[in-house]
């Protein structure tokens, strides 16, 4: 079964409220009108990396360095009833960057604390890894969806959290 190569980056910052993430509503697109990361596909010949920044820049004008990414680990999305959907996402926080968050045709940036995140707007499966990812925690799940493409089916832990 193969999987597209997709990367979400989470920028975090400090603020009155505490910790904030920048996450964006999706206007176009696969996940039109949930709250998301940042990212997306995997170009050929890119790195993870790579890929990451140009997505950033791209979605929310904000330029990031590769240097000041932080691997936050994978998570494997599985639409046993559209297999060409099934995804390999890499996630990467960063706490440094340069401009200030855009709206795109494709994003509109808005930033969340990280424990009042929006999790009755976005995909159901961020209720699972998003809050450990965002609190450090290395993350390496699969997510395996229902036949609606959008309930969770069941989550697995290959290998425990670090």
Avoid at 84 to 102: D, H, I, V, Y
Avoid at 137 to 158: G, K, M
Wanted: aromatic content about 8%; overall charge negative.
């Amino acid at each position: 079964m193969t999987s597209t190569p997709v990367t979400l980056c989470f920028l975090l910052g400090e603020s009155e409220r505490g910790t904030v993430v920048l996450l964006g509503l999706k206007r176009t697109g696969f996940g039109t009108g949930k709250i998301v990361g940042i990212g997306g596909h995997v170009e050929a010949g890119e790195s993870d990396a790579e890929a990451i920044v140009r997505e950033v820049w791209e979605e929310a004008g904000v330029v990031v360095r590769q240097e000041d990414l932080a691997h936050a680990g994978v998570v494997e999305f599985i639409f046993p009833s559209r297999t060409e959907w099934n995804m390999s996402c890499r996630l990467f926080t960063a706490r440094s960057w340069e401009g200030e968050p855009a709206e795109s045709a494709e994003i509109t940036p808005e930033w969340f604390a990280v424990d009042e995140l929006p999790l009755h707007r976005m995909w159901q499966d961020a209720e699972h890894w998003l809050p450990p990812a965002l609190a450090g925690e290395r993350i390496d799940v699969v997510v395996v969806l229902n036949e609606d493409n959008e309930t969770v089916a069941s989550v697995r832990y290959p290998s425990a959290p670090r």
